[in-house]
Nanobody, 115 residues
Framework: QVQLVESGGGSVPPGGSLRLSCAASGFTFSTYGMRWYRQAPGKERELVAAISVAGTVTNYADFVKGRFTISRDNAKNTAYLQMNDLKPEDTAVYYC????????WGQGTQVTVSS
C-alpha cells in the first residue's frame, strides 16, 4: 500500500539544524512532485517547500528561504528537507506530500525549536 514515512524530527535550540526524510513506497515516486508542509498548534497547515519530479525546480515559502533546502533521491524513493538556522517559530509538525493526479500524505514528524 501507499506509504510516506517522515523521520528526522526532534528538539533543537534556536540556530540548530535538522534533516527530515520522507521515505515513499507503494507508488512510482519519481513521477510525483514532492512537497513539505507544516502545521503549528492552532494554525492552518502551510506549504514550506516543493520540488519537481526530477529535482530540478524548487520553490520555498518566504519564511524559510535561505534556511531550508528541499531535495530528493529518486533512486532511494526519498525526499528530504534540510533545515538550518531554526527559529522558535519553525516549531510545528512537518508533513511530506506527494502530488500528481492524486496526493498522498505522511503521518508527520514533530520539530520543536526551543532554548
Amino acid at each position: 500500500q501507499v506509504q510516506l514515512v517522515e523521520s528526522g524530527g526532534g528538539s533543537v535550540p534556536p540556530g540548530g539544524s535538522l534533516r527530515l526524510s520522507c521515505a515513499a513506497s507503494g507508488f512510482t515516486f519519481s513521477t510525483y512532485g514532492m512537497r513539505w508542509y507544516r502545521q503549528a498548534p492552532g494554525k492552518e497547515r502551510e506549504l514550506v517547500a516543493a520540488i519537481s519530479v526530477a529535482g530540478t525546480v524548487t520553490n520555498y515559502a518566504d519564511f524559510v528561504k535561505g534556511r531550508f533546502t528541499i531535495s530528493r533521491d529518486n533512486a532511494k524513493n526519498t525526499a528530504y528537507l534540510q533545515m538550518n538556522d531554526l527559529k522558535p517559530e519553525d516549531t510545528a509538525v512537518y508533513y511530506c506530500n506527494a502530488v500528481l493526479m492524486t496526493q498522498y500524505w505522511g503521518q508527520g514528524t514533530q520539530v520543536t525549536v526551543s532554548s
